[in-house]
């Protein structure tokens, strides 16, 4: 029942896929960038962050004491009303990270549909969770920063529920608080974290890349300007702006929500503390071992024909799995090399059957006159 439903939605894809082709041509078509999406606006995230960096004051001094006061609040009013573009770039680092987000979901749906995340990739599956969590964190902490009346319901939704855990509770409320109190020390550490975990992003990123021959790093020039052309788009019809200046003695009870980022406070809001939590591990969990438990036919390895293989390369150098290496070819060969085959590092995908010109290679059940059939079909369709 599950292949049918997954072979019907691959196809739907594959059909929207062409009717994009047809407008875009193949070379501009965002469905095969569709990794690089989220990553191009990490790099809007990052310049746009420097700007605002460069102004930022982390600070909670009290609000009400003195009129010309320089904190957190002001100094992010100071860059939304009165820095020449100020307004624009925050605007960009806010809707950024939103669009960073919704093309990560766009991703994973896409690598669902075309059961891409189990065998060999189980690692691109698992980091990539691991770093859509990181992302989602990094955006609440920059809701923290700008101190506004949601920000400090914010902090303290997050202080009561870290201290609610046993045992490393309260270690994790004081690191996370920087003290048992909010103070300008919280905010420098709220900086900090913001900071350092974008920029361990790239981190988690390599091992995400570590075992693509050939990952897509960025989308042409074209699709990039159209990206931030959209979110230019949002900015000017949906200018950002604070709530007022966050007060220690009062207690916020409401605030925007921002869906995209926000929303394990939302759930926070609903159930009791334990309920969130396990909701929220269960969540993550599920979503990481899902290619354990969801089985399919198992994965056929390619097979290499050794009387044709000419030792040509063509096949390892296509692999995007690395699954293919070069030996050294039997003694009575013509040849000096023969492509070998990983069977546990293998897919199944069938690249390496289009780019042997030898007929050297076979997918079983999937042999090369079948797939290239399949592949001058696609070239006259098109």
């Known amino acids: 029942m599950y292949q049918e439903i997954l072979k019907q939605l691959n196809f739907g894809t594959l059909e929207i896929e062409k009717l994009v082709n047809k407008i ?11 990794g690089a999406l989220p990553q191009f606006y990490l790099w809007v995230l990052y310049l746009s962050g420097l700007l605002l ?3 930022y004051i982390p600070t909670v001094d009290n609000a009400y004491l003195s009129k010309n006061l320089v904190n957190a609040w002001t100094s992010v ?3 939304t009303k009165t820095l020449p573009f100020g307004a624009i770039f925050r605007g960009m680092h806010r809707y950024a990270g939103d669009a960073m987000v919704i093309t990560i979901i766009l991703h994973m749906i896409r690598v669902w549909f075309t059961d891409r995340y189990r065998q060999y990739r189980w690692v691109q599956w698992t980091s990539g969770i691991l770093l859509f969590v990181l ?3 990094i955006g609440q902490t920059g809701y923290y920063l700008v101190w506004d009346d949601r920000s400090l319901c914010l902090t303290r939704m997050t202080a009561s529920a870290l201290a609610f855990l046993p045992i490393i509770g309260q270690p994790l409320k004081h690191w996370f608080l920087n003290g048992d109190l909010i103070s300008n020390l919280t905010m420098s550490n709220f900086l900090f974290i913001h900071i350092g975990l974008s920029f361990s992003l790239l981190s988690f990123l390599w091992i995400h890349y570590v075992r693509m021959t050939r990952p897509v790093l960025t989308p042409p020039p074209a699709i990039n300007y159209i990206l931030v052309a959209l979110v230019l788009l949002v900015v000017f019809l949906y200018p950002i702006n604070s709530g007022q200046m966050a007060n220690l003695n009062h207690q916020p009870t409401s605030f925007d929500l921002d869906w995209f980022f926000l929303f394990p406070y939302w759930l926070m809001a609903k159930v ?18 899902i290619p354990w438990f969801i089985r399919t036919k198992p994965v056929e390895a390619a097979e290499v024909v050794s009387n044709k293989c000419t030792g ?25 090399l023969l492509a070998t085959v990983k069977p546990y590092r293998c897919t199944g995908c ?4 289009g780019a042997c010109a030898f007929d050297a290679i076979d997918v079983p059940n999937l042999p090369d006159a079948q797939v290239l059939d399949q592949i001058k079909g696609l070239v006259s369709a098109s």
Not at 24 to 34: A, R
Not at 272 to 289: E, K, N, P, R
Not at 313 to 335: G, H
């Open 272 to 289: 009791s503390l334990l309920s969130y939590w396990l909701i929220m591990f269960l969540g993550v969990v599920a979503l990481t071992i």
């Open 24 to 34: 875009t041509t193949h070379k501009y078509n965002p469905f095969y960038y569709h």
């Open 53 to 55: 960096f460069a102004y």
């Open 77 to 79: 009013d100071y860059i």
């Open 350 to 353: 069938g690249v390496c059957v």
């Open 312 to 336: 040509c390369s063509l096949c390892y150098r296509d692999c995007p799995w690395q699954a293919i290496e070069m030996v050294p070819a039997p003694a009575n060969s013509r040849f000096k």
């Open 135 to 137: 992302v989602l964190f």
